[in-house]
């Protein structure tokens, strides 16, 4: 009976020593006993409660670049198909902006032959149809295809293949921006005192008032040379000698040989000063609609098509006409020197004067309309495509 009874509390000796052994080196050990169990939770408690700032900053650093992938690809596939089917509404609103009715006038006489009465041929949306959809049909006649006016409704989407290779990477960082610096911002702001509901509140607003903000400059820095290439190209089609990728060879040797490296960037401060409060608007109106919405119907799930596209509709629409003369600016400066526009400026203020001088306060509005065509659906699309896509994503990849 010795010879059996010796070992047993040896083991358990032994086992102790193991046990404390492990404490003191703060080893992981496996929990044989609910007494194990809970001192070691006390352990981790006492642990995690002195280094709970450390462990919620790395967290929030990782969560942040967790979705990087999913972020990505949802906002450019949102960005492309958006900009794909609004095309013709970008194409009118760029022209309409652009173009100058003396300059159309000469352009119409010198594409038909015939005298024009001296009148204002953009008074309407209905001679910038028109003016568009003629574009190369002329040119068209000249071969031997037997429908002359194949060109019309192709004419509305020109650029729009390079108008996707920039908004694919623009809308892609721009969303992966927002959602990483919003994370930042919330992130920050829970290290802080708790403090009362509504101060919550106006502090998670105004985080995502600048986490928009951020990601459309951002956005709009790194992809501007693509938008001034575009906007040149949208005002030069009149020449009939270019078309396709000769009209892009063109305008890319073109803008090479005006203004070099610098002139990709002619409008970049004023399209940076319309950017923020447009994306800010844009991004933190369109969450703040969708958490009213809930409230008012008193759910917690997803909104549907409908009210994600209702949101994206007001939240666009609204930040586009707050920020639509600096739009105005922008644009001018960039296809300045083209057919269409053959002014020239000297910078941001010179460009609002001689746009004030020529058309007053209604100038800096100038295809606000068709802009708002262009923008509120866009949006609504953008943002539907962009949800739907992450939860595509989501239960792709687990």
């Known amino acids: 009976m010795k010879t059996t009874s ?16 492990e404490e003191g080196t703060g080893l992981p050990r496996p929990s044989a006993t609910p007494s194990s169990t809970s001192s070691s939770s006390r352990s981790s408690s006492s642990s995690s409660q002195d280094s709970n700032t450390t462990l919620e900053e790395s967290t929030a650093g990782q969560a942040g670049f967790d979705g990087a992938g999913k972020y990505l690809l949802s906002g450019g596939i949102a960005g492309a198909v958006s900009r794909t089917a609004t095309a013709p509404f970008d194409r009118l609103k760029v022209y309409l902006i652009t173009a100058q009715p003396s300059t159309l006038a000469s352009v119409e006489s010198n594409r038909s032959g015939r005298r024009i009465p001296a009148r204002n041929t953009m008074s309407n949306l209905m001679d910038a149809l028109k003016s568009i959809y003629s574009e190369h049909s002329r040119c068209q006649t000249n071969f031997s295809s037997p ?22 990477p623009e809308s892609a960082i721009k969303f992966f921006v927002y959602e990483y610096a919003k994370n930042f911002i919330f992130h920050r702001q829970s290290l802080r005192d708790h ?18 903000g951020l990601a459309g400059v951002v956005s709009q820095v790194l992809i501007y040379p693509i938008e001034t290439l575009k906007t040149q190209l949208m005002s030069s089609t009149i020449n009939e000698s270019f078309q396709g990728r000769a009209l892009l060879v063109y ?9 070099g490296v610098r002139g990709y960037y002619k409008g970049l ?22 958490r009213a919405y809930r409230t008012a119907s008193g759910t917690e799930e997803e909104t549907g098509v409908l009210a994600t596209l209702v949101c994206g509709a007001i939240s666009g629409g609204v930040g586009a006409t707050v920020v639509y003369p600096l739009n105005v600016v922008r644009t001018r400066l960039q296809a300045q020197g083209t057919p269409y526009h053959p002014q020239q400026y000297t910078g941001i203020l010179d460009c609002v004067r001689q746009t004030f001088l020529r058309e007053r306060w209604l100038g800096f509005y100038r295809g606000l309309a068709p802009s708002l065509l262009k923008v509120v659906p866009a949006v ?16 792709l990849l687990g």
Do not use: C
């Open 380 to 395: 609504s699309i953008s943002w539907l495509v962009y949800e739907q896509s992450n939860r595509t994503l989501e239960q």
């Open 269 to 290: 401060m004023a399209a940076t000063m319309g950017v923020f409060p447009y994306s800010a608007i844009d991004m933190s109106a369109f969450e703040g609609l969708k």
């Open 251 to 259: 305008t890319i040797k073109k803008l090479n040989k005006t203004g």
């Open 6 to 21: 010796q070992p047993v509390p040896l083991s358990e000796k032994v086992m102790g020593k193991m046990k404390e052994s």
């Open 147 to 168: 429908t002359p006016h194949s060109w019309g409704l192709r004419n509305f989407f020109i650029g729009n293949g390079l108008n996707v290779i920039k908004v694919f």
């Open 195 to 212: 403090s009362s509901r509504s101060q919550d509140d106006r502090r998670s607003n105004l985080g995502r008032f600048l986490a928009g």
